[in-house]
C-alpha cells in the first residue's frame, strides 16, 4: 500500500475559485506532513509544514486529520500562478532510520483565466 | 542566503561515458539527499549524506552510482557507463539537521544519448 495517496487530478479551476486537495496516507504513526509545489521541469518548492493544529499561509489553509488519516489543502482566490503539481509528503519518522521523503505524483491543478 | 545550488543544468552524455553532478547545500545546511526523477514520475530518494559520510544509500543502485560530500566542496553525484535508462532529473536537497524540511536545488537534467 502506497504511503500516501493523492487524486492525480486534474483539477481545472478558473482564476478566483477555492480549490482542495485530500491526501490520505496510512501510517497511522505519521505526526507531520510537508505541501510541496513542483511546476513542470522545476524542483519541488517547501509550500508549508503540517501539523496537528493545521496552518495557514496567506491564500493556503492546511489541516491533518488524524482520525481519518488525510491531510487537505485549500487555495482561496486561486491565481495563474498557482497552476503546480501539489505533493503531500509525511515527515520522516524521528528515531525510524528514515530521512528519505516520499514522493507521489501529486495532483496537479490548472487554473484558467 | 543563495538556496541549494546545482551544476550543471543540463547534462549530456553519450552511452558508456561518466556523469558528474554537482551539489552545495544552503548555507548552514550539513544534510545532503540525492533524488531522481523519470519523466511523468514522482521523485525517488538515492542517498543521504553528511560531511564526509553517507547515512543512508538504500534508494541507490548498486552498481555505477556513487556519491560523496567530501568535507570542502560540494558534493558530488557519480555515474559511471551512463545508459539511456539514466535518463532523468536529478535533484539535489539539503536541510538543517534530521527531520527538518528539505529544500531542493534546480536539478541537472542528464540525458543520454
Known amino acids: 500500500r502506497k504511503e500516501v495517496e493523492q487524486d492525480p487530478g486534474p483539477f481545472n479551476v478558473p482564476e478566483g475559485a477555492t480549490v482542495a486537495f485530500n491526501c490520505t496516507y496510512s501510517?497511522?504513526?505519521?505526526?507531520?506532513f510537508f505541501w510541496y509545489r513542483q511546476d513542470c521541469r522545476k524542483e519541488p518548492k517547501l509550500l508549508m509544514s503540517?501539523?496537528?493544529s493545521g496552518n495557514e499561509d496567506g491564500r493556503f489553509t492546511a489541516q491533518l486529520n488524524r482520525a481519518s488519516q488525510y491531510i487537505s489543502l485549500l487555495i482561496r482566490d486561486s491565481k495563474l500562478s498557482d497552476s503546480a503539481t501539489y505533493l503531500c509528503?509525511?515527515?520522516?519518522?524521528?528515531?525510524?532510520?528514515?530521512?528519505?521523503?516520499?514522493f507521489g505524483k501529486g495532483t496537479k491543478l490548472s487554473v484558467i483565466p | 542566503n543563495a538556496g541549494v545550488m546545482q551544476n550543471p543544468r543540463h547534462l549530456v552524455r553519450r552511452r558508456g561515458q561518466e556523469a558528474r553532478l554537482r551539489c552545495s547545500p544552503m548555507k548552514g545546511h550539513s544534510h545532503v539527499y540525492w533524488y531522481r526523477q523519470l519523466p511523468e514520475e514522482g521523485l525517488k530518494f538515492m542517498v543521504y549524506?553528511?560531511?564526509?559520510?553517507?547515512?543512508?544509500e538504500s534508494g541507490m543502485p548498486k552498481e555505477r552510482f556513487s556519491a560523496e560530500f567530501p568535507k570542502e566542496g560540494p558534493s558530488i553525484l557519480r555515474i559511471q557507463q551512463v545508459v539511456r535508462g539514466d535518463s532523468a532529473a536529478y535533484f539535489c536537497?539539503?536541510?538543517?539537521?534530521?527531520?527538518?524540511?528539505?529544500?531542493f536545488g534546480a536539478g541537472t537534467r542528464l540525458s543520454v544519448l
Open positions: 536537497a539539503s536541510s538543517p539537521g534530521t527531520g527538518e524540511p528539505q529544500y
Open positions: 509528503v509525511p515527515e520522516p519518522l524521528r528515531g525510524a532510520g528514515s530521512y528519505q521523503l516520499t
Open positions: 549524506l553528511q560531511k564526509e559520510n553517507i547515512i543512508d
Open positions: 503540517v501539523y496537528s
Open positions: 501510517n497511522s504513526a505519521s505526526q507531520s
